[in-house]
């Protein structure tokens, strides 16, 4: 008890929670994620010179020594030492390695390789994978490892913490939904790709995954495009969320499209030279659209204008905005 | 590989903010000069390369969260397309070799999709 309390003393909570969240790391993360997978090899035969100019050159402290595709040791600072020590450069690697190998395999969670460290004087590993060998690891690849997935974790956080998904939660309706309006400008290429960008960041406030987040900006921007690059007057992109569904409608008021079908096929586009010239006018805004959403109809008239109304469903697997309250 | 690597190994030019490159990585890439392509094709933080240098570029890097843009041939983006790319944290580099060249450069480095 005494000790908790002295630990306690010292330890804050949220640093406590730190060191949970590390250990937990060390159990989550697979050796496969940190390691470094295009690690240099030495072969047998080759001289102590060649070594000290592989780890001089590549800036490696040391590689397992190979003899055809199996591990027979490894070479490291240390045993480089020793050799010049010797002044025996001269003299094959396989007189210097260290012979007495330990593995440890892509598919352990990191804290085996952790043990090793901590138990062993070795300072890398190679890893193993149907006794195949596959990379190697080091305490530092494992500090890498760690610090990324502590920032990823801290990202997914923030996200949490700034998203306005508990709209969805306090306000009670029938039907609850928030809809953004986006007025787009004719030939306004300075703007264009301001409205994607715009509800982009609304949809990460909302709480939708990365991939419904690119899936909706890619679909946006190509409709955002064609209403700056095609349009008379310009148009409108009405984007209502709910949380079960995103139903995105952009239209204008002219000139129309002649053609329905014919805009529909991969590469056909009427962009002028000038506007191919900027990169635009590919003839796949409408394809990339029809991939990126779960429904999409297009609707067009020279009196009228145009109108494309498309939908993309939230409920696939775990995708929804909100699906923690919404799963209820 | 970071790019920091990828700026000294194909010796580009920085035309966006300094900032710590080797932190950020390059998870593939992506040549083309049409848009379309780009928004279908290009990887998340992923590096892409192209001839274009007006503001759109920005907005396309930025929805796709690209971990860089290199411009190839010597085009040099107006000032405001640069001041776009500082506002959106887009990373903004400039060759004068040509797309082929650098692809093939990056190829060589190991980004490959």
Redesign the interface.
Known sequence: MDDKTSVKAIISDAAAEDITRIEELAYELKIREVMTT?AHTIRLDTKMADVLELMRTQKISGAPVMDQDRVVGIVSTENLIQCLVDQDLESEVNKYMSSNILFARASDPVVEALKLFVNTKVGRLPVIEDNKLVGIITKGDITRGVLKALQRDYKTEELRRYRASHLFEDIESDRTSVILRYIIKPRD??H???A??NI?KALQRLGGT?QIT?KV??AI??AE?NLVIHTTNGGTIRVEIEPHIISIDAFDDGPGIEDVELALKPGWSTATDEIRE???G????L??IS?CVDSMKLESSPEIGTRLKMKINLDDGDQGINSDATKK | MNLEEIVTQLQLKRLTNEKDFSQIYAEGGYASDLLSCVMAGAPHHGIWVTLQCHMNVIAVAQLLELSGVIITEGAMPDEATIARANDENINLLLSSENTFTIVGKLWELGIRN
């Open positions: 295009q290429f300075v264009g790709g301001t994607s960008s982009k990365p690119r900006s890619i921007y190509e495009m900027m990169g635009f590919a003839g796949m805004g394809v990339n991939r």
